[in-house]
């Protein structure tokens, strides 16, 4: 006998006016798993299940109808660590029409007051550790803003009374994800309804994220891996989100390893990678419930990737930025990560790709160009700057600024940033293949490579190397390493051996710091 589907109340027709489209993936999993949980706080284990959820964001909605009167289209900022009420502030942004806009808690006060300039919010959410960058920034900005603290903020929503999705349509703004600056200036990325939808779309597809998955954020917020890739995706689809508020690497090996928690997913540069198996902990940690280390931001060394796959972790590379979310990516199948070691992988289901030359026109197959991506998930365009748009697009295509390549099978591979190559001696030069080549000595932790004028060449490298705990600098054996590895051109002039390589926080080096370090031209 077939059986009749319960028709739904009068409040969830409302309610559910909203499609996933349109960005209320948390009022969509209150109605078909009221009690499968969304959300797990990682320090205190309060669970909430996505029921919970929903009742919590719609108060959220409620209460930022309350302090803005109509906050459709209004930005609302928050300056805090990860934590399960700033989802419920994300999630409550879109419900209420409102833009979220979460801010690099890494920044100077002066350099979160331009992005509040920018922005220009109607309301303020700190944690008590940023309060003094905080209010300088609101100090310097100029802006009228409502500022309010994470607790006083957390304690508003629950005496607050719930709210119905505002009507919006899929193209309106959700989120305002600011860059994160390698060139040393923050652009808007507007994200819309349907491009939140379908950035975890690709996600969901590519990393197999369903409703039994577990996923662990130690990513901030204010990135698109730990905004979309993690915490958008375990919602949309249903999956459990555990969320940190850092990463340290013994507590993130002891999170990955407990079975009370079960974590499927991970996420983190290959900086983060390299730290966790690095740390004590990694020794006795149990992996084994992971589909995979699912990493990009930056180029992963081969021996990283070996290391964790003698232990039955695999690697998983991918490519995205904060205008395009997940682009591409790796399958997860250790094989085609052994026999592609480095590659990117296939498009994501809904992005197109193309390869160009400077021109504009696609370049052959095996050879080097900049990517190109087209897609509903792509942003279209940057915050109040239409002049950056326009340069970012050709024909609705966005210009990554990266160079890579489509191999013969398929598989693309990242090369580096397109305007980080240099010409030495009329050959090109790309410093990621540098860098690549010096992280695989042993006794190299970290390597940054940057073109600079040569009185002889034009152009050569100079490298910024890291050495692993105890090491001895010997610049000669780097020297000896990079010959049968590289070409002669390719080698670096200089190497310098420093406490750090700068990086932003998505793992991307801060190269035009290192620029800032070189002022004269390198010798003979």
């Known amino acids: 006998m077939t059986r009749r589907k319960r028709l739904p109340t009068e409040r969830q027709i409302r309610r559910g006016s909203h499609s996933l489209l349109e960005g209320d993936p948390v009022a969509y999993q209150a109605q078909v798993r009221p009690q499968a949980w ?285 205008e395009t979310g997940t682009a591409l990516h790796m399958p997860l199948d250790p094989d085609a990560t052994r026999a592609h070691c480095g590659s990117v992988g296939f498009p994501a289901p809904a992005v197109s790709v193309r390869i160009a030359d400077q021109e504009g026109h696609d370049v052959p197959v095996g050879q080097d160009g900049e990517l190109w991506l087209k897609g509903p998930a792509v942003t279209p365009g940057y915050w109040r700057n239409p002049t950056a748009t326009k340069l970012a697009f050709v024909d609705g295509w966005f210009k990554t600024g990266d160079a890579a390549r489509r191999e013969s099978n398929g598989f693309y591979r990242l090369i580096d940033r397109w305007k980080d190559m240099y010409i030495s001696g009329g050959e090109n030069v790309y410093p990621a293949e540098v860098e690549a080549a010096l992280l695989a000595h042993p006794h190299v932790l970290d390597a940054a490579v940057v073109g600079a004028p040569h009185a002889r060449w034009g152009e050569c490298g100079v490298a910024f190397v890291v050495l692993q705990p105890g090491a001895a600098a010997v610049e000669g054996a780097l020297f000896a390493h990079c ?26 080096i801060r190269k035009d710091q290192l620029r800032r370090l070189i002022a004269d031209p390198v010798g003979g």
């Open 38 to 322: 969304a959300c797990i706080d990682a320090a205190s284990g309060e669970r909430l299940t996505y029921a919970q959820l929903d009742s919590r964001v719609a108060q959220c909605a409620g209460l930022l109808q309350a302090k803005l009167g109509d906050p459709v289209g209004r930005p609302v900022a928050i300056l805090a660590r990860n934590s399960v009420d700033q989802v419920v502030l994300f999630m409550a942004c879109q419900r209420a029409g409102a833009i979220f806009q979460p801010l690099n808690w890494r920044l100077t006060g002066a350099e979160l007051a331009l992005l509040l300039r920018d922005a220009a919010p109607g309301l303020l959410v700190v944690d008590r550790e940023f309060s003094d960058p905080a209010d300088v920034a609101v100090a310097a900005s100029g802006v009228s803003v409502e500022r309010v603290s994470s607790e006083g903020f957390a304690q508003a929503i629950d005496r607050s009374a719930p709210a119905d999705p505002i009507a919006s349509g899929e193209d309106a703004p959700c989120t305002l994800l600011y860059t994160s600056g390698t060139t040393g200036k923050s652009k808007g990325v507007i994200i819309t309804r349907s491009g939140a939808f379908h950035a975890a779309l690709n996600l969901a597809c590519v990393g197999e994220v369903g409703p039994d998955s577990v996923l662990l954020s130690d990513a901030p917020m204010f990135h698109t891996v730990g905004l979309f890739a993690v915490t958008r995706s375990a919602l949309t689809f249903g999956a459990t989100l555990v969320v940190s508020d850092r990463f340290i690497p013994a507590q993130t090996l002891a999170r990955l390893s407990d079975p009370a928690l079960g974590v499927t997913h991970y996420f983190g540069v290959p900086q983060i990678a390299s730290a966790m198996l690095n740390a004590p902990e990694y020794a006795t940690a149990d992996l084994s419930r992971l589909k995979a280390f699912f990493t990009g931001g930056a180029p992963l060394p081969p021996p990283l990737v070996e290391a964790f796959m003698r232990d039955g972790v695999t690697l998983v590379n991918g490519y995205g930025a904060s």
């Open 483 to 508: 010959d049968g590895r590289l070409a002669r051109y390719k080698w670096p002039s200089e190497i310098r051996f420093v406490a750090e390589v700068p990086r932003n926080a998505s793992g991307k």
